[in-house]
Structure formats: C-alpha cells, structure tokens
C-alpha cells in the first residue's frame, strides 16, 4: 500500500483514539508493507532538533528515526494493525546508514510490521524501516515495540550495573531535568503525554513521566561523536527501564574497537542499567 506520511502532530488524536482496540491479534497475526513516497524532510524540525541534541554535522543520522517513527504511527493507524497504539513500549532500536544521503533531497520510506500470534502474553511488535533516495537503499531501521498483556505474574529479574559486565573507558554523567521531556517534545514533534504529564504518565504505569527513548539515544550519540572524534554511523540499543524525569545517570562506555563503542546509561541512585547498546562510527 502507498500512500502520504502525515505529520505526528495530525496523528496524535487518532493514535490516542485507538485505546478502544485493545490488544487484538487473529492466529494469522499481524503482517503487512505500508510504502510512503516522496517525503521531505521539515528544515525548521531539522534545524530545531539539531539546535537541541547539538549535533556538529548537518546531516544527523539520528534525525531518520524521526521519519521512521512517523512512518511506523501511520501504519499503525491502518485498519490492519489491530493493538491500541497508547501503551506501546519501545524495547529495541537499530538504525544504520547504508549509502550517503541528502536531507535536501525527498526519501520513499518502505515499512513492513510483523506481530507473531501468542495467545497468551505480551505481542511484541517488529517494524523494518527501508529509506530510500534515486532507488538506493541509503539506511534501514529496526524497531521492536512490546504490546503488553496481563499473564501470570513472574518476578522480573531488573540488570543492575556490575564493574564486570562493561569496562570503563569513559565515563560521563547528566542531570536531567523535569522539562527535558517538553523541551525534546518540541525539538522533535513526538508530544506523547507520557513524556510530559505527570496524570498520562501515572495511568500508563510509570511514577512519574519518562524521557523518551531517542532523546537519551540522541543526547548520548552527540556526547560519544564528541569523544570518539567521528560521526555515528550506526547504533543498536535496547531500552531496559525507563529513564525517569527528574533523574542523574551515569553513561559508561567501552570502546571495543577504532570503529565501534559498547554503552550503558546506569540511574545512579538504583543502579539500574536503563540503556545498553553499540554506537558505531565511520
């Protein structure tokens, strides 16, 4: 199917409005390709999300996700996909550039959705993000998004940092702010109130509102670029908890090689490893 990728903010209400789904999925499950053609970047969001994360480069590979995302709202807004959208957890994300690519210049977004049937427990949810530029495939995103279901209750085994488990090469921290959530709303067009009221926050399950998940990718590449003197070209990371709003954390990196960086960001009161992942560079 082909069609135009709206903008998150017009998408906001209906993916508000699609709590009343459920998290419904036939033995079939769940699969199909949404493909948008001829999508420009907005040069105003570009400017306004480079101003924020303080990328050097004109070209931020991390400003695809931005595309990415809206492209994976909007497929979720077809009557194919039948999980109600708020609610969602980000669990996963992979974003990796192929070719070069110009931000002056329109990109076709192929996304395909895949939800394998389980009758019982959570579904989780893939998308595969192709961004194309004169027909070349210029970078891909994988993303994995977790429907939760009630299931029987199993005590949940949380990743607390240990020495032994990264070796310190450099480490930073950060205070985040309670306005954090607001401020990359703006800079980024990704206004979920669960990033930004603390009531959205409370009734979808947290204790207070959250950081989203590519403002602490973003904020963390910035500073990596920066210590490793060369521009990110790929990144793998997994979302273990969720970054609360106020909080200090701590990133510990471990470069593995020339090219390519293990991280954690740790929640320096718990202890808690809130995200983990690999930040490679050209």
């Known amino acids: 199917m082909e069609g135009t990728l709206p ?18 999925i036939k033995p079939s499950g769940i699969n199909f390709q949404h493909n948008y053609n001829k999508v420009c970047i907005d040069k105003k969001l570009l400017a306004s999300y480079a101003r924020f994360t303080g990328f050097a480069q004109q070209n931020p590979l991390l400003f695809l996700y931005i595309l990415a995302q809206r492209a ?14 708020p609610g969602l957890v980000h669990a996963e994300n992979q974003l990796e550039q192929i070719n070069p690519f110009d931000f002056n210049e329109a990109f076709d977004i192929e996304t395909s959705v895949e939800v ?10 893939q998308f595969d993000v192709r961004f194309l530029q004169k027909g070349n495939c210029v970078a891909l995103c994988k993303s994995v998004y977790i429907a939760v279901r009630k299931q029987k209750k199993v005590k949940k085994k949380t990743s607390v940092y240990s020495e032994s488990t990264i070796n310190a090469h450099h480490i930073m921290e950060f205070d985040f702010p309670a306005k954090l959530g607001r401020e990359y709303a703006k800079a980024s067009g990704d206004h979920n109130p669960i990033h930004t009221q603390y009531l959205f926050a409370k009734l979808a399950g947290f204790k ?16 990596i670029e920066e210590w490793a003197g060369s521009p990110v070209i790929a990144v793998n990371t997994k979302f273990k908890a969720p970054v609360y709003l106020p909080s200090s954390q701590k990133l510990i ?5 020339k090219k390519a960086c293990n ?10 490893i809130n995200v ?7």
Do not use: N
């Open 7 to 24: 903008l998150l903010s017009e998408m906001r209400l209906a993916a508000l409005s699609s709590i009343w789904r459920g998290k419904k």
């Open 116 to 125: 394998l049937y389980k009758k019982e427990g959570s579904l989780p949810i």
């Open 253 to 257: 990196i471990d470069r593995m090689e």
């Open 263 to 272: 991280f954690q960001l740790i929640d320096k009161s718990s202890q808690k």
């Open 72 to 85: 994976q709202l909007a497929s979720m807004l077809s009557s194919e996909f039948t999980i109600a959208i």
């Open 276 to 282: 983990e992942g690999v930040f490679s560079f050209c």
């Open 208 to 223: 207070r509102p959250i950081l989203h998940g590519w403002c602490t990718i973003s904020m963390l590449a910035k500073e």
